[in-house]
C-alpha cells in the first residue's frame, strides 16, 4: 500500500511571497501523484498531476509541483501567493493502475496582508 | 465546473436516528468514491464503486453502507447514528486515473 506524509500542517506566508508545500510518498509500484486544494466549505479541486515524463508539472492559479523519484517527494511551490490561495492543500497518490487516491493530512496556507 | 452535487451540505442529527447522504454525478462516471475527512487527518476512503451493482469497501472500517443502483447515484446510509459518525463526508466520481471530481461535502453532526 502507498501512504503520503505532508511535512507542515501549517503555513503562514504574506502575500506576495513565495510558498512551498512538501510532500514524500512510499510505495513500492510505480505511482501517479497529486495536489489537490480545498477552499473553506469547498469540495477538493485538482492543481496539478504528475503521471510521467517532465518531472516539472505546471497546474492551475501559478502553481508547479517538482516529482523526485530518488527522494519519493513531490513539493508543490509558488512563486507569489494572493490572499485568495488561503486554502487547505493536499497531497495523494494513486497506483498507476488503481483508481483509489490515498491522501496525506492536509497543509493549511494562509496568506496575511 | 464539476456535476456533482451532495446533499444536504449541513445536517445535524440525534443519536440513533438513521441518515442517508446523497451523492449524484452528471458526467457519467462508472466510478465513484466516498471519503471521509475530519480536521487535521489524511482523507480516508470508505467506499468506492466502479459500476452499477458494484460497491467495495475501502482502507477505513466504517459502519455506514452503499448502494449504486444507477451510475449517477450513490448514496450512504448510517442505519443509526453515533457521536463518533460526526465527520465531513466527501463524494467523488472518475471516469480514468488521473482525475477524480469531488462534490462539496456533507458535514455531519450527530448530537
Known amino acids: 500500500a502507498q501512504s503520503v506524509t505532508q511535512l507542515d500542517s501549517q503555513v503562514p506566508v504574506f502575500e506576495e511571497a513565495p510558498v512551498e508545500l512538501r510532500c514524500n510518498y512510499s510505495s513500492s509500484v510505480s505511482v501517479y501523484l497529486f495536489w489537490y486544494v480545498q477552499y473553506p466549505n469547498q469540495g477538493l479541486q485538482l492543481l496539478l498531476k504528475?503521471?510521467?515524463?517532465?518531472?516539472l508539472v505546471k497546474g492551475i492559479n501559478g502553481f508547479e509541483a517538482e516529482f523526485n523519484k530518488s527522494q519519493t517527494s513531490f513539493h508543490l511551490r509558488k512563486p507569489s501567493v494572493h490572499i485568495s490561495d488561503t486554502a487547505e492543500y493536499f497531497c495523494a497518490v494513486s497506483r498507476s493502475n488503481d483508481y483509489k487516491l490515498s491522501f496525506g493530512a492536509g497543509t493549511t496556507v494562509t496568506v496575511r496582508a | 465546473e464539476a456535476d456533482i452535487y451532495q446533499t444536504p451540505r449541513y445536517l445535524v442529527i440525534g443519536t440513533g436516528k438513521k441518515i442517508t447522504l446523497e451523492c449524484s454525478q452528471t458526467m457519467g462516471h462508472d466510478k465513484m468514491y466516498w471519503y471521509q475527512q475530519d480536521p487535521g487527518m489524511e482523507l480516508h476512503l470508505i467506499h468506492y464503486s466502479y459500476g452499477v451493482n458494484s460497491t467495495e469497501k475501502g482502507d477505513l472500517s466504517s459502519e455506514s453502507t452503499v448502494s449504486r443502483i444507477r451510475t449517477e447515484h450513490f448514496p450512504l446510509t448510517l442505519e443509526s447514528a453515533r457521536p463518533s459518525h460526526t465527520s465531513q463526508y466527501l463524494c467523488a466520481s472518475s471516469a480514468t486515473v488521473t482525475e477524480a471530481f469531488f462534490g462539496q461535502g456533507t458535514r455531519l453532526t450527530v448530537v
Open positions: 504528475y503521471l510521467s515524463g517532465s518531472t
